[in-house]
């Protein structure tokens, strides 16, 4: 705690298996950006219970869905109230999250087709972060933090 930077980051950024095919996005970026920081990891979708590996999801009009259509808005909505009960009390000054996720992503998602298009957009848990205040910051825009 004390006079340390803290930064809220996506699991997955940091190695852990967390993501929908088993793997991970490890970051070698973040994680030196993080280094000297207190670090608060987490994985909404793993919090709202959904297992590993999952299904792939995207959102679309508002909810997410697997390529077969079943909506999974329960587990997610689940997730972020889980990881938000977690951050109470605690002063969080930046969170990194993983791109293009329909949780984490930041600036962009995919479009709900399962076509690999892309839209602008956040991922429920990054707009709600964003809604309550927080700092965010796309994974992918780490460059813009290089010297820091
Ligand atoms: S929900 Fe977020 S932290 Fe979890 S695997 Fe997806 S991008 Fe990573």
Redesign the pocket.
């Known amino acids: 705690m004390g006079d340390r930077t803290c930064v809220l980051v996506?699991?997955?950024l940091l190695g852990e298996n967390?993501?929908?095919n088993g793997g991970n996005?490890y970051n070698q970026q973040v994680i030196d950006f993080v280094s000297d920081k207190e670090v608060i990891a987490?994985?909404?979708?793993?919090a709202g219970g959904l297992p590993v590996p999952r299904k792939p999801v995207e959102l679309s009009g508002g909810h997410v869905r697997d390529a077969e259509g079943k909506v999974y808005d329960k587990p997610f909505q689940t997730g972020i109230a889980h990881t938000l009960a977690c951050l109470e009390g605690k002063t969080i000054d930046l969170a990194i999250?993983?791109s293009r996720?329909p949780?984490?992503g930041v600036n962009q998602i995919y479009d709900g087709s399962f076509s690999g298009r892309k839209t602008a957009g956040s991922g429920l848990?990054a707009q709600k972060l964003k809604d309550l205040g927080y700092k965010v910051l796309d994974a992918e825009d780490m460059n813009q933090m290089k010297g820091k």
């Open positions: 996506s699991a997955c967390c993501k929908y996005n987490v994985c909404p979708e793993v999250l993983q996720s949780s984490c848990f």
